[in-house]
């Protein structure tokens, strides 16, 4: 009796996948390989001096300015929040409710999700080859209608780069309609060595998404922020909670601000091993793995599901993407240490040598 008081758009809506694996070599969620210890007791220090037993401040202000200045950009302009996630559903609520969420598919559940959620009009629309931005189609559903777009770049799950000039003629054509604001997700941006700062800085309907979640290792800690224009910011504050970010997140996020040096080693160390794991993975029969400008790898075997549970019995956890439209037989592998990488690619081997001999 209880459930039926709830929304039907919430009870028809199916829960976000994930199941945690105990097994020692853990791929399967995107996170930093290493917990820096020089990093570790940076963030210690600082939460140390953090006064627990009071509010933190509304907004997060000396942290906004640090990743002002970080990305040259207005202070008043960045919003943070206890996640890039809760800023997904900020934006969906400030600009999608009775209107539209585009998107593609497959991509970050999280942006389908909050549409299903909030009651706004879903439009998702199939990556064309190769991964590949469906730019006309995606201009065509902006017609008419009036809403939010996230576009993830680089993309997730599949790891690619979009066309940057196909992607800044979207947003051309969502800004020009004067009803759309576009986000575009860079939660992997570290390591591709890209962003969107110049189409942002012409574009005030252009919002980029950022995360301390992957490159800066806090995936813990729960914090992301969003550079926007002012005018659009001081909105999307509106939307979010009072006090969202609490003092022990701007303190994580301060000292790994102060220690750029040490996040730059942690992708450079990530990109060789991503070359590496990849040129591997290409090696192996009944293997084929996808182009990835991120920290993880895209790979499609003969039976993904018997592959996932082959590396789960020799101790390694990587994530299914099988039940994605598109994906059909693909796991993803996150670049891990090179012990990890080693033990990975060592019992995927064996999986498939055990498949092989089951002809």
Known sequence: MGEMVIREEVRRLPAYRFTPHAQPVKLDQNEAPD???????????????AALNRYPPLHPVDLERALAERHGWPAEGVVTANGSNVLIQALAIAAGIGRSVLTVAPTFAVYAAQARVLGAELVEVPLGPGFSLPEAPLTRALEGRSGVAFLADPAAPTGNALDPAGLARLARAAHASGRWLTVID????????????????????????????????????????????????????????????????????????????????????????????AAALERLPGVAVFPSVTNFLLFRVDDAERVHSGLLERGVVVRRQDHLPGLGGCLRVTVGLPGENHAFLAALEGVLAVEAARG
């Open 35 to 49: 917990d820096a210890p020089e990093l570790a007791r940076a963030v210690a220090e600082r939460v140390a001096s």
């Open 186 to 277: 860079e939660a992997y941006a570290e390591f591709a060595g890209l962003d969107h700062d110049d189409l942002a800085r012409e574009l005030d309907s252009v919002v980029r998404l950022r995360t301390f979640s992957k490159a800066a290792g806090l995936a813990g800690a729960r914090l992301g922020y969003a550079l926007a224009s002012p005018d659009v910011a001081v909105h999307l504050r509106k939307v979010l909670l009072p006090f969202c970010v609490g003092s022990v997140q701007v303190a994580a996020g301060l000292a790994v601000l102060e220690r750029q040096d040490l996040v730059a080693a942690r992708v450079a160390t990530v990109r060789a091993e991503r070359a590496r794991l």
